[in-house]
């Protein structure tokens, strides 16, 4: 893609070179504009060129157009298969690219995960049915995709499971995720108090030599956000 762009950019700038220059070589040439104006021939040959010139340029910018449309569908598929289409956040299958980056490798000392659930995911569903649910899951996402912007990566990893992953880690990066998430999460809960989010969250850093792979790491995160439910 971007060497097929760099390369009708070129083309698109040798024409308009090439174009720019026989036009002032045509106008500041009084013999050769004479020639053109009063010989059938040249004059008949000058139209053709420039008729040459137009329809390239036509093509140009066709191509241009049907690059810029293949880059949006391009961009929409990739929307299509990393996106989670309810909240817009990585989903099941770019959180499961993103561990397998480090599969069968060792766990980076500076790496750290921390899983989050929405424990009260069935209560808002009886209460505003699935419609309240789903905002409830839109609502936490956008929490934690404003707290993650910068710091870490986030994915939703299932039904009302998200798992942020560190990299650079260390315990005052993962405070500030965490307070940032429940400062979020206290500020919608008071405009939302008849259907409040409740989550649990549980983080593995510096877990020894227990933990050897990323695998490893975001398992033990969940475990760990499934006993403090």
Sequence with gaps: MKRFDLLKTIQLA????LTVTALVTLLRDRELYAMAASHPGIRFLCILLWLALGVSFGFLFYDFQSYAGLKRENTELDNAVYQDALTGVANRYSVDTYIGAFLHKPLPEDMGCITMELTN??????????????????????????????????GR?????????????????????????????????????????RYSAGTAFEEGDSIKTLTELVALSDRRAYENA
């Design 14 to 17: 040798i024409m308009a070179v």
């Design 121 to 154: 995911l069935g209560e808002i569903n009886k209460q505003k049915e699935h419609e309240g649910g789903d905002a409830a899951i839109r609502s936490f996402s956008e929490i934690l995709a404003g707290a993650a912007e910068g710091v870490c990566f986030i």
């Design 157 to 197: 990893n299932g039904g009302n499971k998200f798992v942020a992953i560190f990299r650079e880690c260390s315990l005052r990066r993962l405070e500030r995720f965490e307070q940032a998430v429940s400062e979020g999460v206290k500020a919608y809960n008071e405009e939302n108090a008849d259907v409040p989010i």
